[in-house]
């Protein structure tokens, strides 16, 4: 079934702050920069097949250690002049002097872009290798959001895990870390990928707990592939759960089966987060559409506010 949402935000606001307090659901998606012109091409045009289903946002990834700063940019900035989507600008503290970031930053607003993604972000090792902070930049995301509201007003959303990130002490002292970072004015926060849906319910409880009260958007990824799915759960610190996994893996050696139990495994995951009240669902797409779009026509809950 067609969902409703809206066209274009409501009251002509353009920032993801103003939708969700306006009580529309966010729906959006998420893409990595392309290496090479093929890619390049994969990616718009999967930019252009989600571009109809009016999204709230979309967003561009910076890669390890902010290796693709330039190319990543360079994509925001053209989604904002040259299609109708909302870009959320991605930002890492990683590699990056303070002047750096300010001048990463005088890019986005340059270009018109007032919605920033505050990362700490990972290490070219991978994100269970240890930080090391440029000797001239920040050591933590909560300094990259203080950053952006001194230099503007931006739309600031940063970064939630249901299962805490891999470097936390416990669940606990993760939530304080994203409480700490919406009251440095953090506007919401989106999820790492996760299967579970009390994974989510718990994490939003215990920020609750401490008073806060910020937007966490529950970021999914379907499973079209399970040896693809794992190494990503194995790389973000997100458990793949045996349920999960004997349910998928039954069908191991036809990749259509696999696919369609994963989509399916993955509309019922966003169902149940949008019936529990999550304020929106994102999508990372890894430069594909037809998965997202299937999750989307095949929901038995809208999007769009007043479901």
Same mark, same amino acid.
Request: proline share 7%.
């Given at each position: 079934?067609?969902?409703?949402?809206?066209?274009?935000?409501?009251?002509? *606001?353009?920032?993801?702050?103003?939708?969700?307090?306006?009580?529309?659901?966010?729906?959006?998606?998420?893409?990595?920069?392309?290496?090479?012109?093929?890619?390049?091409?994969?990616?718009? /045009?999967?930019?252009?097949?989600?571009?109809?289903?009016?999204?709230?946002?979309?967003?561009?990834?910076?890669?390890?250690?902010?290796?693709?700063?330039? /190319?990543?940019?360079?994509?925001?900035?053209?989604?904002?002049?040259?299609?109708?989507?909302?870009?959320?600008?991605?930002?890492?503290?990683?590699?990056?002097? /303070?002047?750096?970031?300010?001048?990463?930053?005088?890019?986005?607003?340059?270009?018109?872009?007032?919605?920033?993604?505050?990362?700490?972000?990972?290490?070219?090792?991978?994100?269970?290798?240890?930080?090391?902070?440029?000797?001239?930049?920040?050591?933590?995301?909560?300094?990259?959001?203080?950053?952006?509201?001194?230099?503007?007003?931006?739309?600031?959303?940063?970064?939630?895990?249901?299962?805490?990130?891999?470097?936390?002490?416990?669940?606990? #002292?993760?939530?304080?870390?994203?409480?700490?970072?919406?009251?440095?004015?953090?506007?919401? #926060?989106?999820?790492?990928?996760?299967?579970?849906?009390?994974?989510?319910?718990?994490?939003?409880?215990?920020?609750?707990?401490?008073?806060?009260?910020?937007?966490?958007?529950?970021?999914?990824?379907?499973?079209?592939?399970?040896?693809?799915?794992? /190494?990503?759960?194995?790389?973000?610190? *997100?458990?793949?759960?045996?349920?999960?996994?004997?349910?998928?893996?039954?069908?191991?050696?036809?990749?259509?089966?696999?696919?369609?139990?994963?989509?399916?495994?993955?509309?019922?995951?966003?169902?149940?987060?949008?019936?529990?009240?999550?304020?929106?669902?994102?999508?990372?797409?890894?430069?594909?559409?037809? #998965?997202?779009?299937?999750?989307?026509?095949?929901?038995?809950?809208?999007?769009?506010?007043?479901?």
């Amino acid at each position: 079934m067609a969902l409703g949402l809206p066209s274009r935000m409501p009251g002509g *606001a353009q920032t993801v702050r103003d939708l969700i307090a306006a009580g529309e659901r966010s729906f959006s998606f998420e893409f990595f920069p392309p290496k090479d012109t093929e890619g390049e091409r994969q990616l718009w /045009r999967a930019l252009r097949e989600l571009e109809a289903l009016n999204p709230t946002f979309v967003s561009v990834t910076y890669g390890a250690g902010g290796t693709t700063r330039d /190319r990543t940019v360079d994509i925001t900035e053209r989604i904002a002049h040259d299609t109708s989507m909302t870009p959320l600008a991605h930002l890492t503290c990683v590699g990056h002097s /303070r002047d750096t970031l300010r001048s990463v930053i005088g890019s986005y607003a340059g270009a018109g872009v007032r919605n920033v993604l505050a990362l700490r972000g990972d290490p070219p090792a991978g994100p269970t290798a240890p930080f090391e902070p440029h000797p001239e930049g920040l050591h933590y995301a909560v300094e990259l959001v203080e950053m952006l509201k001194s230099l503007g007003d931006f739309c600031v959303g940063v970064a939630a895990f249901p299962e805490a990130h891999p470097s936390a002490e416990s669940l606990e #002292a993760d939530a304080r870390v994203l409480v700490a970072k919406a009251r440095a004015g953090a506007d919401f #926060a989106i999820t790492q990928l996760f299967f579970r849906p009390e994974d989510y319910f718990r994490l939003v409880d215990r920020v609750s707990a401490l008073g806060v009260d910020i937007p966490i958007i529950p970021g999914i990824m379907p499973i079209t592939n399970l040896a693809q799915i794992t /190494r990503m759960a194995e790389l973000s610190g *997100a458990a793949l759960p045996a349920e999960i996994v004997e349910r998928v893996g039954r069908f191991e050696g036809d990749p259509v089966a696999v696919r369609a139990e994963g989509i399916a495994l993955a509309t019922e995951l966003c169902d149940t987060l949008l019936a529990g009240g999550a304020p929106g669902l994102h999508f990372y797409t890894l430069n594909r559409s037809k #998965a997202t779009r299937q999750i989307y026509a095949g929901l038995r809950t809208t999007v769009a506010a007043g479901a």
